[in-house]
């Protein structure tokens, strides 16, 4: 969580006697504001400030945020909201919550932090959402090949009123998840270094038969079987070395998760492939959020949509200024530093791939999940719905011209 802080000259044990003065929240929070040159001395400052303005009154509630994968440096990369979110949230409850960020895997992991979070080990979590799905099988809803056109259709879908009825209230009912806030992004397949030497991959057809890692998502892999792309369940920790060796093509994600994960050395090109959703969320669990009472619930919503928009625009910025997933390719981002070049396939090539495995072209092989789905949705037609609401918007929307909307209010 503190790799910045010490890649900055600050020595481990000068770093963690500070933490252990004002807590590693505190220092976490703190240090992450700072702007310049960072010394022992000014983190202490920034902790002590932040230690003095979280514990000014007793916290009601003390929360405990199992971050994945996260820390203050790849916050910067992939901009997940997990920290405004934290600062927010316990600037505006006046400090009635408290929330310990626990990143690096260090309580919870992608694939586990859903069942911690149920399991009461931790009261809030941010993972992706379809690795999410492996353990709260009603997430696969977002996960029906090219339901989603755009990154501002997936904006605009967490934003809209009918989200709450095809979505959240079944996540709520049928995991006890109260669903916050998302990165929003389209997964593409990134493929490793055995494909530095060749030719960009600009054909959907020059992907079939590869072999490549796939999340935690059963619809996903729905999606990879008709694109012939061999899903390969791998775990993360092991998809760099995966890889790097040649023993996968490639991997199925998005592109600031390559880049965050420091995955870019070992991967070549990064084919935007869009064909299902990439959502980096923050859930939190529904009996702790029963717990809060109705003004502090109030506040958790409040902070939530500020993150969700504060999101929609620091990402996208992210993306192509920090990671390079734009073309042509920014000078000094994560992709270029790399050599890993982003290849945007074009609209009929991604439509060749949409009507080889897209639901609307070929409804037989989702006949089974659809309907488990829309059982547990209440009998919601959710791959209908969610289709139409997405493409209220024109295709041509920047994400940043997606109206914020409070989705729990009508």
């Excluded at 099988?137 to 879908?157: C, G, I, K, M, W």
């Excluded at 998809?239 to 040649?246: E, P, S």
């Amino acid at each position: 969580m503190l790799k910045k802080f010490i890649s900055e000259g600050i020595s481990r044990r000068d770093l963690f006697r500070v933490a252990g003065r004002y807590g590693l929240s505190s220092t976490l929070l703190g240090g992450a504001a700072l702007a310049g040159p960072l010394t022992i001395s000014r983190l202490a400052e920034a902790a002590n400030s932040t230690y003095e303005k979280r514990f000014k009154t007793p916290a009601k509630h003390t929360l405990k945020f199992g971050a994945s994968g996260f820390n203050e440096r790849n916050l910067l990369i992939e901009r997940a909201g997990c920290l405004e979110f934290v600062r927010d949230l316990e600037e505006r409850s006046d400090g009635a919550v408290r929330i310990e960020f626990i990143g690096n895997n260090a309580i919870c992991g992608q694939l586990n932090c859903v069942k911690k979070t149920q399991q009461g080990i931790v009261d809030m979590f941010a993972a992706s959402t379809q690795n999410t799905a492996g353990g709260a099988p009603f997430y696969n809803v977002l996960d029906y090949a090219y339901q989603f056109p755009t990154r501002a259709s997936e904006y605009h879908f967490l934003y809209h009123p009918a989200s709450e009825k095809i979505f959240r209230e079944p996540l709520r009912k049928q995991h006890k998840l109260q669903f916050l806030f998302s990165v929003c992004q389209l997964r593409g397949i990134q493929l490793g270094l055995k494909w530095k030497d060749k030719p960009d991959v600009t054909k959907i057809e020059e992907l079939f038969g590869t072999k490549n890692r796939v999340t935690g998502t059963q619809l996903g892999r729905i999606a990879m079987q008709l694109l012939q792309l061999n899903p390969t369940p791998i775990a993360w920790s092991e998809t760099l070395d995966g890889l790097k060796q040649g023993l996968i093509d490639g991997a199925e994600t998005w592109s600031s998760a390559v880049a965050y994960a420091n995955m870019s050395p070992v991967v070549s090109q990064v084919i935007d492939l869009r064909f299902f959703a990439g959502f980096e969320h923050t859930a939190m669990s529904l009996p702790v959020f029963d717990k809060l009472g109705s003004d502090l619930q109030d506040d958790v919503m409040e902070s939530a949509y500020f993150t969700q928009a504060l999101i929609q625009g620091a990402h996208e910025a992210a993306l192509v200024n920090t990671v390079g997933h734009s073309v042509p390719q920014l000078p000094n981002t994560i992709f270029v530093k790399n050599g890993t070049r982003f290849i945007p396939l074009n609209d009929a090539e991604r439509l060749k791939a949409a009507k080889i495995c897209a639901p609307e072209f070929v409804p037989k092989p989702w006949e089974q999940w659809r309907e488990r789905i829309n059982g547990w949705a209440g009998g919601i037609d959710t791959y209908s719905e969610i289709h139409k609401i997405a493409r209220e918007i024109p295709a041509d929307t920047l994400v940043e011209n997606v109206e914020p909307r409070r989705w729990w209010k009508v």
